[in-house]
């Protein structure tokens, strides 16, 4: 049986993917941030930790408790928007160092301490849940510190594919569309259902590391 560990698997998008991968009869690992969500994620079928990935070193006890279990697929899930309609002239420099925190230092301290549980795997593969505003050649400049944290967790993606290749380890971002989540709010294009459906093919049939792919499959820039 093949197992995936998803962080923020709570709600919205990470809910989804547990959902899912549950019906298909994988083994899911999900962390949340409070009791309420794990409940839900328990209710999808799923084994659920409690975590904040802001908080790096519980990541490490994360690990110890899953320690010798192979994890097929990691799915870095976990981020926040941070304040919305930041501009120039008005920079919320707390928010957007909350943004960053989570959005990249905690997909960092997940994937550091959970690389050997990859590598012990058959499929091994890291995916990062980015998003098309971190293309830093489609940039608009719109949404500024949600999207600085998305360019940065694409590098990350990049150095982990290089530093990671000699164990046979793949590490993917993907952008999940504009969905009708509490981020992407009522007038989003996609459902979870069809965004995560697409995510997963994705993932089903990767076959290149360091890559950033739309939902649908697609290549964006970075």
Not at 124 to 138: P, Q, T
């Amino acid at each position: 049986m093949s197992t995936i560990l998803i962080t923020g698997a709570g709600r919205g998008l990470g809910l989804e993917l547990a959902t899912q991968y549950a019906k298909d009869g994988w083994q899911v690992v999900g962390t949340v941030r409070d009791e309420a969500a794990r409940k839900r994620l328990a209710a999808a079928g799923a084994e659920a930790h409690i975590l904040d990935v802001s908080e790096f070193a519980k990541a490490q006890e994360l690990a110890r408790r899953l320690k010798g279990r192979a994890l097929d697929i990691l799915f870095c899930n976990a981020g926040i928007i941070g304040q919305r309609g930041m501009a120039l002239g008005s920079f919320d420099y707390a928010s957007w160092d909350e943004v960053m925190r989570v959005n990249v230092l905690g997909a960092a301290a997940v994937a550091e301490a959970l690389v050997d549980n990859v590598a012990a795997s058959e499929k091994k593969v890291i995916a990062m849940m980015s998003s098309r505003l971190g293309s830093i050649a489609e940039s608009s400049g719109a949404t500024l510190p949600y999207a600085t944290s998305k360019a940065a967790l694409n590098m990350l993606v990049k150095g982990l594919a290089s530093t990671l290749a000699a164990r046979h380890i793949k590490v993917v971002a993907l952008s999940p569309g504009w969905v009708r989540t509490d981020m992407g709010g009522e007038s989003a294009a996609l459902s979870p259902e069809t965004s995560v459906r697409g995510l997963r093919k994705v993932l089903a049939g990767l076959q290149d590391s360091g890559r950033f792919f739309s939902y649908d499959g697609s290549p964006i820039p970075w």
